[in-house]
């Protein structure tokens, strides 16, 4: 069993950045991939960035490309994603996930946390 929480979310203005983390609890996060999602109000759940469980292999949405960074830490069982030049367009909940597959489709992933709101204001 893993259980995630999300940090790092908040208000900022279009052009800043942020830093989500993602911390996990259990054994055996370090051999899973993990990915992050977003959600915005009436807009289904999209993929933003999936990284395997090396750490050596990533993956973006194309609409966060060059921006975003995904990077982790088994040490301390911790996923991050670095965000910058962020757009009011990037507003939404996000969500941590980890699974056994690398992939960007929410229905692959088995766990997930309660999410963080990130708002970028114009």
């Known amino acids: 069993q893993v259980q995630l929480v999300e940090s790092g979310g908040g208000l900022v203005q279009a052009g800043g950045s942020l830093r989500l983390s993602c911390a996990a609890s259990g054994r055996t996060f370090s051999t899973y991939a993990a990915g992050w999602f977003r959600q915005a109000p009436g807009k289904e759940r999209e993929f933003v960035a999936a990284i395997n469980w090396t750490g050596r292999t990533t993956n973006y949405a194309d609409s966060v490309k060059g921006r975003f960074t995904v990077s982790r830490d088994i040490t301390k069982n911790t996923v991050y994603l670095q965000m910058n030049s962020l757009r009011p367009e990037d507003t939404a909940v996000y969500y941590c996930?980890?699974?056994?597959?690398?992939?960007?489709?929410?229905?692959?992933?088995?766990?997930w946390g309660q999410g963080t709101q990130v708002t970028v204001s114009s």
């Open positions: 996930a980890a699974s056994g597959p690398y992939g960007n489709i929410p229905k692959e992933y088995d766990y």
